[in-house]
Every structure is written in structure tokens, then in C-alpha cells.
């Protein structure tokens, strides 16, 4: 799934772009919804800057979720490489579990616009077989075979609408 993230700033593009590779930041981003344990891992500085930070998803899951995922586990590290010059960085999302079902990646560039500046976030998310593990998981709990996406997997809108 591609996804587009446009943000709106009233601060210039260069302090946004500063702020965002600043690892003081992260530690403040408490009350995030559905994200905490926010936690630097790993920071080098300019001309590129580079940035690890650890986030723990901390909202509900449906219980059919929860059958095949941890709701501790569902840990990760955004991996960051700020380009200054450029205002723009490259993340990627690293999985600390379940590295096989979820992959995450992409770019931001910050620009000025009058009155301020606008970040665009764009990348791609992957979650791997989703239908697959929910029809399997739903015999063997009640015995049904489902006969399409659908009635399985897609009923349930934290997937269907990319929530999850």
C-alpha cells in the first residue's frame, strides 16, 4: 500500500528539517496515539544525519489480531538518514519481531511555503499475507472455511483501511 502524509508547519523548512533530525525531540513525543515507548537508539550528526528511534504500538487490537501477533512484541526502529542540504530524509521501518510480516519505507522533504512550511511523507507499507493467516486461524479456531477476503480478513476495517 503507497501511501502520502502532507504536514503543515509555521516554522521555516530549515528549523522543521533541524527539528526532526534532532534526537531531543523524540523523547517529548508523549501522549502520541497508539505509539510509546518512545526511545533513541542510535544518532550520528551532520553533513547527513543519521537516526535510530524504537516505537511501541500501544493501541487496540482486534482479537482476531491477537492470536497471531504479540501485542508486546509489535515493537520497531525507525531507521532515519536526514539529508540537510536537501531537507528531505530516507526512513525504513525495522521490525524488533516479526520481521517477515511487516515492511515499511520511504521519504519526507520539508519545503518552505508562505507563512511557513509543508512536510510530505511518501512511502510504501507491506504487511505480508494477512488474508492467508486469518483464513487459517479462523478454521482452526471455529472449524469455517472462508470463502473470500471479503467475508475474512476485510470485514475487519484495522486491515481493510490500513489501520493496522
Known sequence: MRFELTQQYDADADAVNRAYADPGLYPTL??????????????DGPPVTRLEVRFRFTGHLPAAVTTVVHPERLTWVQETIHDHDERSARFRLLPD????????????????????????????????????TWNRKFKEYFGIEVPDDRRGCLQDVHWSFGLI
Open 30 to 43: 508523549v501522549g502520541l496515539p497508539k505509539l510509546g515507548g518512545i526511545e533513541v537508539v542510535a544518532h
Open 97 to 132: 519481531h516479526y520481521p517477515d510480516r511487516l515492511r515499511c519505507r520511504g521519504r519526507f522533504t520539508i519545503t518552505d511555503q508562505p507563512g511557513g512550511s509543508r512536510r510530505v511523507v511518501a512511502g510504501e507499507l507491506q504487511v505480508k499475507d494477512v488474508p492467508g
